[in-house]
């Protein structure tokens, strides 16, 4: 079951903005916009949550509006936290660049020796096979 965007209300089916809880929102994005930490933003704001709960409001895109929630954040002051976020996220060494892929040498050809000994224990010969395989590079 999905829980209700905060800022908004659900009537018949059909998502409001509750006003006192919409200026919250606003708060938060501007207060964290003007410098404040997440947290500290929210509180601020009077919404009492967590650092994570906090960024995960600030880039929700819900907020600039959808078939389904009316508008909260216009789209400027979305993008100006967005930037926010990764300029702190930048400063703080939290951005991590994708390595380059190297490609997986492994073996791709294989051959066995032939089998000199049979067990009883199926999984002392399984043991006994795996040693047999030699393997070839490309």
Avoid: C
């Avoid at 600030?58 to 926010?84: C, H, R, S, W």
């Avoid at 991590?96 to 020796?113: D, V």
């Amino acid at each position: 079951m999905r829980t209700t965007l905060f800022g908004y209300t659900i009537k018949n089916g059909k998502a409001y903005i509750d006003k006192e809880k919409a200026a919250r929102v606003q708060k938060l994005f501007d207060g964290y916009i003007s410098g404040m930490a997440l947290r500290t933003a929210a509180l601020e704001a009077g919404i009492d949550t967590f650092h994570g709960s906090a960024g995960r409001m600030l880039k929700n895109q819900k907020y600039m509006g959808t078939e389904y929630y009316p508008v909260i954040i216009d789209e400027e002051t979305f993008q100006k936290a967005q930037l926010e976020r990764e300029h702190r996220a930048v400063k703080l060494g939290r951005v991590h660049k994708a390595t380059e892929n190297l490609p997986i040498l492994a073996p791709t050809k294989f051959s066995f020796r032939s089998q000199e000994i049979m067990f009883d224990d199926p999984f002392k010969q399984a043991e006994y096979a795996y040693s047999m395989i030699e393997s070839e590079w490309f």
